[in-house]
């Protein structure tokens, strides 16, 4: 059955994130033919709108407003719903980030309508809209469906591929005035602690370390190597715990879960709870002095070795590599 | 202050995961408090120690869930409540959670409720927002910090690492994220105590649900285990030739790089 899908487009430090690609695509796949809707919300869109067409959109609705120049959970629902009031999508489809995890389930208590939340892929099986979620932190999966009312699903990023960009494909923008009012959340500030540019939850690459990097200090070769590579830096609770490194930055069964295509876990032992944030990584490298961490049951390829030797012998080569490339 | 937590109980993070019957086996599993409902116990503890008031922990599910609850108690809370529904409801998703709590809540006056972001069970991080618009009170998720005067609040929202100070006001429901603080261990004299704090149990009777009105809107139709992973291949040699070798092989046969 053809459904008109909403994807709403998620804005970081002015254009637009992937995710919002990678939810244009999951739109396909949900509208079977269906027309595709992004929504995008802020204070200035610029020309952001025809980005979303590019990437599969059939039509653009805009709410700009001075009061969303921030993300709050009443700013945006005022304009996602007004939008949906307009337009009475039949699903829709948000980034299972941190704007979509907070805001989705808010707007589908407002619809009352199911949430199927962290998405990681969507398909057309018996005629229902079917999604596949991890749950235990990845331990396990389960395929879920929307039994009535609106489709709504959040999509983890870096897991549906996006379509292809088409720079020749045109469609319609228009902008909705909603009234956006009674704020009840006020953001004061914005501390900018990810300092490094790459998020975890989109990294193709992370390099993570654990309990053996010994140091706030021991992060340095890691951060090199993830620079070298375009990636982001990551670890274990262990090394969280032991306060070599924010908390931000912890992978596991608490912490983020991730899925990047290579994973390199630097002196890390490889307990369960950590095997839970990462062992969907496409490729997993492990770097251990103990040839008997579990670490080395998940990895594709391991190394037997000191990491403060190994990691920045990898950094010189992947550069060589890359210089020649 | 009148401070509530939702609660949930989990697998504990070390169990491994097995399917029997299409469903999670649950068979000699341990069970613990939610990790992060455990960072809004210890924060609504330390919220009475400083402004006095109450702490009451509510927990939707069954039976086996006043376990989880007395550990609450033991850790410092002052009631409990186990809102049992077991003999109601056979599949409940986020929807129906949310309804029956923000139905028990709805006539509590609570000054602030507190939540885990997410349990680590079925990871969709939905009820608190849910909860807080059902009751029409403003909320903030992932907070790391918290500070309240008269009814002046101010909090620290983690934003995938990133922090936001966020401005609201009481009433106000939160949600914890790892950082928020250390949470204690219950003492022995707590866990005596514990024995002896109320622990009411409600069925959605009592709240004058019907069950009609909580029923799931969505629905599990599989649940699988991923394909199991074969260890892979560890390099042998000098460590300058497995790192040479590592690099051409994720660049040539996984292609990653």
């Known amino acids: 059955m053809t459904k008109k899908v909403a994807v709403l487009g998620e804005i970081r430090d002015g254009s637009l994130r992937n995710v919002s690609f990678e939810g244009l695509a999951a739109a396909r796949t949900i509208a079977e033919g269906g027309e595709i809707l992004a929504v995008l919300v802020g204070a200035s869109l610029g020309t952001l709108a025809q980005d979303m067409i590019h990437y599969g959109a059939d039509r653009v609705v805009t709410v700009e407003d001075e009061k969303l120049a921030q993300y709050t959970p009443d700013g945006f629902s005022q304009a996602f719903l007004s939008v949906v009031e307009q337009e009475k999508p039949e699903a829709i489809v948000f980034g299972h980030t941190a704007l979509g995890k907070d805001l989705a389930p808010k707007i589908a208590s407002r619809l009352g309508c199911g949430l199927i939340s962290d998405a990681v892929d969507v398909e057309i099986a018996g005629g229902n809209v079917v999604f596949t979620r991890p749950i235990y932190s990845g331990k396990a999966f389960e395929k879920k469906i929307v039994s009535d009312g609106i489709v709504f699903a959040t999509i983890r990023p870096n897991n549906i591929a996006p379509l292809e960009k088409e720079t020749s494909r045109a469609g319609e923008v228009t902008a909705l005035s909603a009234e956006i009012k009674d704020l009840r959340t006020i953001v004061r500030e914005v501390a900018k602690k990810a300092t490094q540019g790459v998020d975890l939850s989109e990294a193709k690459i992370i390099v993570a370390g654990g309990r053996g990097v010994k140091s706030a200090d021991g992060f340095s070769p890691l951060q090199e190597l993830a620079d070298v590579l375009g990636g982001a830096v990551g670890a274990s609770r262990g090394a969280c715990d032991a306060e070599y490194c924010d908390y931000s930055l912890q992978i596991g069964q608490t912490g983020k879960v991730v899925t990047p295509d290579l994973y390199i876990a630097c002196g890390i032992s490889g307990a369960i709870q950590h095997l839970a944030g990462m062992s969907n990584s496409k490729v997993i490298v492990a770097i251990n002095k103990d040839p008997e961490a579990n670490i080395f049951k998940v990895a594709d390829y391991g190394i037997v070795g000191d990491l403060f030797e190994v990691v920045p012998m990898l950094a010189e080569e992947f550069k060589n590599l890359l210089i020649k490339a | ?257």
């Open chain 2, 1 to 257: 202050m009148n401070i509530f937590v939702l609660l949930k109980r989990t697998f504990d993070t070390e169990e491994k995961i097995t399917i029997a019957n299409g469903a999670i086996n649950e068979d000699g599993a341990e069970f613990i408090i939610n990790p992060y409902d455990e960072y809004a116990v210890e924060e609504a503890i330390q919220l009475r120690e400083s402004h006095g008031g109450e702490v009451t922990v509510v927990s939707v599910g069954g039976e086996d869930g006043e376990k989880q609850l007395r550990t609450a108690l033991a850790m410092g809370a002052d009631k409990a409540v186990l809102i049992n529904t077991e003999d109601d409801i056979e599949y409940g998703d986020q929807h129906t959670t949310s309804k029956i709590l923000a139905e028990y809540l709805k006539d509590k006056e609570a000054d602030i409720i507190l939540a885990g972001n997410v349990a680590i069970d079925c990871g969709s991080g939905q009820v608190g927002p849910r909860v807080a618009d059902l009751l029409d009170i403003p909320y903030v998720t992932t907070i790391t910090k918290l500070e309240i005067e008269g009814d002046k609040v101010s909090v620290v929202r983690d934003v995938e690492g990133d922090s936001e100070v966020i401005e609201t006001s009481l009433p106000l429901l939160i949600t914890a994220q790892q950082g928020l603080n250390e949470p204690r261990y219950p003492s022995l004299p707590g866990i005596m105590k514990a024995k002896k704090k109320p622990l009411e149990e409600l069925e959605l009777d009592d709240l004058d649900l019907d069950e009609d009105e909580v029923e799931a809107k969505t629905k599990v139709i599989e649940i699988f285990l991923p394909p199991t992973k074969e260890a892979g291949r560890v390099l042998e040699g000098e460590i300058s030739e497995k790192v040479k070798e590592l690099v051409s092989l994720l660049h040539k046969e996984a292609k990653v790089i």
